[in-house]
């Protein structure tokens, strides 16, 4: 009589131990999958950052939009994440306390495009001010 008792026993060990096994294997997928998408998320600011910083740097400005595929500028065509980044360049027309009209101000705006998991296209952009004649001697 006592064998039916240990075969439960069994049972129910084998059935608890495979609970806890599927909600590990569950949070370890949890896990990578947030650790894929801070990654992504890293990688897209990067490369914000990095048009934002070549727009900024360029010594005299443009008005117009410019749009240049990551791999033209990585050189990489093997790139793992690939898309697109625009830049807009347009002026601003901003007054200071006086109400006086402040010249050359120019807004610069970074949007990159890429296809997300799904392969629906995704953005992300960043922009910014910058006074036309900063870099200029």
């Known amino acids: 009589m006592r064998t039916g008792y240990v075969l439960m ?12 096994a599927v909600s590990l294997v569950e949070a370890l997928y949890m896990t990578s999958q947030a650790a894929v998408t801070i990654r992504d998320e890293m990688r897209i ?9 070549d727009a900024l740097s360029q010594p005299t400005l443009e008005e117009g939009t410019k749009t240049i595929d990551l791999t033209e500028l990585t050189g990489d065509e093997k790139s793992e994440f690939p898309g697109q980044i625009e830049t807009i360049i347009e002026p601003l027309e901003l007054e200071n306390e006086d109400g006086q009209l402040l010249q050359s101000m120019f807004r610069i ?22 006074y036309a004649n900063l870099y200029r001697p």
């Open 9 to 20: 026993e069994c049972i129910i060990a084998f059935g608890l131990f495979a609970a806890v």
């Open 45 to 53: 600011e990067q490369i914000l950052r990095s048009a934002m910083t």
């Open 109 to 130: 705006e970074v949007i990159f495009y890429w296809r997300g998991v799904s392969g629906e296209w995704q953005q992300q952009s960043a922009e910014t001010w910058r």
